[in-house]
């Protein structure tokens, strides 16, 4: 009889505490899955659109943060209905394998390198840690990491093929400091699909596999130098109490410029997607008003993403209509 | 030290202004603790008795296979059931995967396997003598299972506690079945864990005083329930 009671009770208390929140899950209502970057999600900008889509829908978007690689990934899988993430030649290769319906511009932000600087001037015993590779000064990004690999100093890599390792990846080929590749096989769907990444060799270099937030984090930890997006940098180091004491050591190469594209899956390749949402939803960011939300969404007065040009959006808009 | 001050603080804020986001993971982790523990108690402590009661052939490979799988790493078991969840998987049609059912499924796997060991030890070590004097009394066999099952109570309880403690303290299986989407499947350890990896330190401590809070109460609860426990 005793263990009836706890039983019961367990019950009970489920029932009383799981009524709100938690229990909406089960309740069928429309629901978009979105598959994007932690980029997007981490710096709080689409929590902030998302109230205005599910006002003027109805429709609930449910948020799956991952590097972009995984994030398309898990679109090829068919366990989301769109996708919001920022790998141009990955996105482009997604919608020509005929996974996505095709693929429109959203916002833009950059690139930045992130390296040990101590702003105050007069912590002399802190300088020796600031910015060790020389590199504050430095416009051109590739010539930035060169220095930080002859000098041998810690770089953190997020690793997880994100946009950003990816970009990364693209920055270290042009230094011309020797590479190390790794190659991954991977049976996909019965196929051996090789996955290629490369890397300095040096102990120097951390391969991390981690979001963007924990990398920049972990760089902080180290006084390493590391390769972030602005957004989330800002939404880090403009926190208060500020949670980074990482600054920016370089910036503006057209290199380092970071567009993001969103893209519907296509119901031709997985018929349970929610396509109707999902073209709601592209149709939704792409527009004007959410193009000037995304501009005006700011962090302690800063502006994280840049909307995509308005001009363009007539054009976006006759393909999506399709 | 700041930060850990700083945490205290957050905690109390948190709880003492009902914060609304706190709450909700806070529910989800118990309704997936609770129901997942529900579930694997009624799968394991009959499997568990049965294992203690019959002698087969091969029961100490069956032994053995148990005692591994309280081992498992949640994240292959949250790996296992994903390939399972996902669209391109066998279960796919159902549509589970990244909700609060997925995490459950998961969970479920991974005490399924505590509770049936706790209960088939506490079951061995009551058995022998209970059950002849049971039978010798005049019991039936239902009647003899009734009060072996009875006799072992403390330690089945116990299976069920430690159970649900794995499952409110776990993250991986959360993480890869649920995704950690906000208003739908972040539970207090993937909210821990976003804080922690978004530099959030004092409020990542502060979720896991509440999260310590929660098990504190709900063992306290337990224990009055049950009536002290074994002397």
Redesign the interface.
Known sequence: M??K???L???V??LL??S???????IARDIL?LATTTSTD?SGLL?HLHRDFEKKTGI?V????KGTGAALQLAR???ADVVLVHAREQEDRFVADGFGVARHDVMHNDFVILGPTSDTASDTASDTASDPAGIRGVKNAAEALRRIAAAEETFVSRGDGSGTHIKEQQLWRLTRVPLQTKVVRIYS?GVAKEFRSVRPPGDWYLSIG??M??T??VA?ERRAYTLADRGTYY??AL?KPS??DLTIVCQGDPLLYNPYGVIAVNPAR?P?VNTKAATAYVRWITSPAVQAMIGRYTVQGKVLFHPAVVLEEQGHRKRSDK | MQTLLDALRNALHLIFTLDADVFEYAGRSLLIASVSTLIAAVLGIPLGMLIAERTFRGKRAVVTVLNTALAFPTVVVGLFIYTLLSRTGPLGQLQLLFTIPAIIIGEVVLIVPIITAFTMTAVARTDRDVRKTAIALGAGRRQALWTVFCESRFGVAAAVIAAFGRVVSEVGVATILGGNADRFTRTMTTAIVLNVDMGNFALALALGGVLLALSLSINVLFQYVQGGGPD
């Open positions: 005793i263990f009671r706890p039983t009770l367990l019950v208390a489920t505490i799981g709100g929140g938690p229990a909406r899950d089960a899955t981490n929590a609930v449910k948020v799956i943060a899988d068919g366990n769907g981690q979001g937030g924990k920049i984090m902080t939404a880090l926190a949670r980074t997985h349970h």
